[in-house]
């Protein structure tokens, strides 16, 4: 932690005091009185505490109590947080008029400050302390808001006899003393002013706010800025010519796509990617946020990839041990490798039908799992990162085995609920632990369990904590890890680790090997992320080339937001524990949730679209696919909406990028057999290329740091920037005119059809069965499925297209009416 | 002339596309300010058919410079009617009692029984009495609301830097959002949130805090007369305010703001 100030701060003190309190030591950084030093406040407000890389704390008082909090010296009472918000609003209201004046030297009006100076000392009453008799964040702040006062003048507080013995009372405490010698460089009163005079004013409590003039500015702004449209910036002649230059000769250059052979395996002349989507829970049928958090996300970026010519290895698969197996396959009188089977279908299926391309779908119930993470655990063990501990335990007697959470029935102990679960009442909605419950059943046979205690093992976080953190660090700064993953991160560590217990009174699992927990098996989230490289090796022998070669190979992993934890301290604590390198998370790519028209997805009551749904709807794959990713919740929670859905296909894919690709292609089919024209590129036209280009090369430098959702709004620029060619150029007016006329038709109708070309490489990760179409309607060769960020002219003069054919239909909107009541839930 | 229109409109019978020229002629900024509740309501349900009508035609009328500026007014026009009709009987604009009012909110929405709210209109200081004992100021309020309520889930958890973070938020609202004297202060406030929020969902931590809730208070008044092009500027605090109103179910306090899902302002073309 960081502070930074200027010199000679008063609100400085308070931070120093607590400092002193608290027997911290701070990082003082002295800067400017006018450094703007937090980058979204537009004010220089100081003093600011970095707690970390751009995380700040810009309040004095709060800097303050959570110093003293830290240490436990932060009193709970409410009378402090009064006396604290009273400081900050009345009081510095006051002072920030009242101070300049004073230090600037001007004549003073002490009048305004008597009331508050008048209402402290009432409030002090002759006590030592402002709350309760005991220092607190109170004294320390008003102290130091005061200071200024005393240090113009000792003799400011004489008709205040209380606040004056206070405040003497206080200076000549040494923590307090001391801090004041550090803010003052021992120069008394003058090291104050340039701060003083710096510092923002605080305004006083607006009396009333009149509305009707603000609305008529408002109105005015708006008249001056209506005219908005994708206007291309000039470009300098230079970057014209450059990108004419590529457009002309770069098809030479450009290389060809890599073929894909399996098995993949890490190479050494090649960028080695590997990418894992988190591995959907096998009972639960997946929902769009689902879809769109995990494995749509990482097989845009695994295809994106393929694209740039990565040696690219995407690995998924479904996670099939724990409870929830077990209580399903009770719940539905199978086995829970029955159980298994039958979803692990079903969401093979949906992903199949999303057109999820992963290099091996495959699953956590083989040998290889078990095998692998009896390694791991054995070198956890080895290396003494394992604690035994005692669990209290319900245990049914009849049926002989511990009763997981979502085994146990009975009385909620907090409502009396009577049909309360294990883990949380269903009424009162407060998590419970089992043993708590009233009258517990076990809810296999009925009877009561009975309390045991079960011996467990632990895998001991803390001691794995700083290598870990040296983990992190390197991590998160060199790889692209999105801000919820570091922010979910790092409070999990604040909080401080606790040793978590990693195996389970069950039976569905992978077996611990140790004895005697013979007859456990391991908790799966410590089992779960093992699927990870146990899929990797059910698809090739040579898994560990990936796994075990952070070197050569770069780890990107995707999921949602409440799945961070996992991947970020659980899971590397687990590999860096156990003895071997590993490749470990080198890019943590974590979305926020996606709601469902206002509420949440909920497969009980029935509300939403869930994977199956989607094929049901009759609407293309690659239609969901662009919609799910241009709503994707990158960096807020978005919502699905069916009418933005119709929208969005009905004014983004049919009336400008269909409508783009489609009307160059026609037009060259009737008015010039489909042959490419030559190219004669003016002024004009090579705009249009540098436009592009710089599109192109935006919607790379995104991809390359998986802003997915902010490259898609690239791709629908250039069929924007195509379309107004089109416009401008007017080519079914010259065409009907004379020779040079039609052949200026030609070239512009050439150039449209060679950016639909690049279209469709750029959306082959959004919507791959429409970049096949368009190249099969185009006849380009699949060499134009590459991407150097470079826009090249692959469909030369005198080459043929195909067929065109509109690409995407119209949704009309009684149909999304109708697919919203199916979807709206059992309620409505 | 007008009410004629709308009963047309009403009634389902009419071309749209000659029903939003004409109303473009009728309806100007003078229809506006007169005050007559009727009218009022006329144009309001007629604006909702039209923009009903329009909202779903967009895509096939894309070509039309003309359709779009319509749109966007007619937007706009129904933002304003919806908030003017939604406050007939609630007074949210004005400042002093505005701070009383999302005191009272508060507490309603915390449900602490027992409590009284006391608002001294001399010195502006808000007072929260329960079980005898007195809160001041709003910031101080809310953090004891949360401290003796029934949704632990907005206090955020016990990590020191979390609860230091909602402080420093509740004193931002009542030093610097409650005291913004004149358009340029309320822009500044608007700006600096927009760009804090920008890969953030909420304030503190990932989910909802007291912090969220206050601040969305001390907005609802600004947000309130933003038109929705001024929405799509700040984008990041829009998408913020539109997830609290919602997620926290506060329509019982405030009416929920209308913002809109599509791009209206940006990246549009003609052609």
Known sequence: ?828 | MLKWLAIRAFMGQTNFRRTVFEFDFTFTDQERGRDSPLLRLLVFMLTVRVCAALELNIASHYNHRGYLQAVRYHFEVLTWLRLKLSFVGKDCTMAPNRIDNDVKALARYFNLKNCKCKFDKKSGVTQLVHNGQTVCGLASIASFLVQNSEQPSLHGGSCHMTKAQIQQWLQYRVTIVDRCLNEKDVTTVLKELNSFLESRVYFVTSSLTVADLVLYFGLFAPFNQLTLQEKEKYLHLSRWFNNVQRVAKLEEFYPILPFSLNYLYEGVSEH
């Open chain 1, 1 to 828: 932690m960081k502070l930074f100030t200027d010199k000679g701060n008063q609100h400085s003190l308070k931070i120093l005091v607590a400092a002193e309190l608290a027997g911290i030591s701070l990082e003082i950084e002295h800067v400017d009185s006018a450094a703007i030093v937090v980058p979204f406040l537009k004010r220089n407000v100081l003093p600011v505490l970095e707690v970390e890389t751009n995380e700040y704390l810009f309040s004095a008082n709060a800097i303050t109590r959570y110093i003293l909090a830290t240490v436990g010296k932060d009193s709970e009472d409410i009378t402090v947080s009064t006396w604290l918000e009273w400081e900050s609003t009345d009081l510095q209201a006051a002072l920030s008029s009242y101070l300049p004046v004073l230090y600037g030297g001007g004549k003073a009006d002490s009048q305004k400050l008597q009331p508050h100076l008048s209402k402290l000392d009432n409030s002090l009453g002759g006590a030592q302390f402002i709350v309760q008799d005991q220092l607190s964040a109170a004294d320390v702040c008003l102290f130091a808001a005061l200071y200024p006062l005393y240090a113009n003048s000792k003799s400011c507080f004489e008709n205040f006899s209380n606040l004056n013995a206070w405040f003497t009372k206080l200076h000549a405490e040494p923590p307090f003393g001391a801090s004041v010698a550090k803010v003052t460089e021992g120069k008394g009163s003058s090291s104050l002013k340039a701060s003083i005079l710096a510092q923002p004013l605080v305004n006083t409590l607006p009396v009333a706010r009149s509305v009707s003039n603000e609305k008529g500015k408002s109105s005015k702004d708006k008249e001056n800025s209506t005219t908005e449209e994708v206007v291309a910036k000039e470009f300098s002649l230079e970057e014209v010519r450059a990108a004419k230059e590529t457009f002309l000769t770069g098809k030479k250059v450009a290389p060809k796509p890599v073929q894909r052979n399996h098995p993949l395996l890490p190479r050494k002349d090649a960028k080695n990617v590997l990418i894992t989507s988190a591995l959907p829970y096998v009972n639960n049928i997946p929902h769009l946020g689902n879809i769109v958090g995990c494995v749509l996300s990482a097989d845009v970026f695994s295809r994106f990839c393929r694209i740039r010519n990565y040696n690219v290895l995407y690995i998924c698969g479904t996670d099939e041990y724990g409870t929830a197996t077990e209580t399903k396959a009770l719940e539905e009188g199978l086995t829970p490798q029955q159980i298994c089977d039958k979803y692990f279908k079903l969401h093979d299926h949906v992903y199949r039908w999303f057109n999820i391309d992963c290099d091996h779908f495959g699953r956590t119930t083989t040998p290889q799992q078990t095998k692998i993470a009896q390694d791991i655990f054995w070198g956890l063990h080895k290396e003494k990162h394992l604690l035994e501990q005692k669990v209290e335990q319900l245990k049914c007697e009849d049926c002989d085995r511990f009763l997981a959470d979502r085994f146990v029935e009975g009385t909620c102990p907090l409502c009396n609920y009577d049909d309360a679960r294990g883990d949380q009442c269903d009424k009162c909605g407060k998590l419970i632990n089992a043993t708590d419950l009233k009258n517990p059943r076990c809810k296999i046979c009925n009877r009561t369990p009975v309390v045991k205690s079960s011996d467990h093992l632990f895998l001991d976080l803390p001691r794995l904590e700083s290598r870990l953190q040296s983990f992190l660090d390197k991590s998160t700064t060199e790889g692209d890890w999105t801000s919820n993953a570091k922010m979910i991160t790092s409070s999990w560590i604040r909080d401080g680790l606790k040793p978590r217990c990693i195996t389970r009174d069950l039976k569905w699992g992978t077996p611990v090997p140790l004895e005697p927990y013979t007859d456990k098996v391991f908790y799966v989230w410590f089992d779960a992320p093992i699927g990870y490289p146990s899929i990797t090796a059910n698809y090739t022998p040579d898994w560990e080339k990936w796994w075990k070669n952070p070197d050569e190979v770069q780890l990107y992993q995707f999921m949602a937001k409440d799945n961070v934890p996992f991947h970020s301290v659980v899971f590397p604590c687990s590999l860096l524990g156990c003895g071997e390198k590993w490749t470990l998370v080198n890019h943590l790519i974590a979305t926020e949730y996606l709601n469902y028209e206002d509420s949440k997805f909920s497969k009980s009551r029935g509300v939403g679209v869930f994977g199956n749904h989607a094929e049901q709807t009759g609407i293309p794959a690659d239609i969901w696919r662009f919609y799910l990713l241009f709503i994707r919740p990158e960096s807020q929670d978005s919502y699905f909406n069916w009418d933005d859905f119709v929208l969005k296909n009905n004014s983004e894919l049919l009336n400008n990028l269909g409508n783009f690709i489609n009307r160059g292609l026609m037009f060259l089919e009737k008015n010039f057999g489909g042959l490419v024209q030559e190219l004669k590129l003016e002024q004009l036209d090579c705009q249009l290329l540098a436009a592009v280009s710089q599109e192109l090369k935006q919607y790379v430098s995104l991809l390359e740091k998986v802003r997915i959702k902010e490259a898609l709004r690239h791709v629908l620029n250039i069929s924007r920037l195509g379309n107004q060619h089109i416009q401008v150029t007017q080519p079914w007016v010259l065409v009907k005119g004379s020779p040079e006329e039609k052949s200026r038709a030609g070239t512009v109708t050439s150039l449209c059809v060679n950016i639909s070309c690049l279209l469709s490489v750029m959306l082959h990760p959004y919507m791959p069965d429409t970049s096949k179409t368009i190249q099969e309607q185009l006849n380009a060769s699949a060499d134009v499925n590459v991407l150097t960020g470079d826009f090249v002219c692959y469909l030369e003069p005198g080459h043929k297209i195909g067929t065109p054919k509109p690409l995407f239909a119209k949704i009309e909107q009684a149909q999304a009416d109708q697919l919203r009541n199916q979807y709206a839930g059992k309620n409505d």
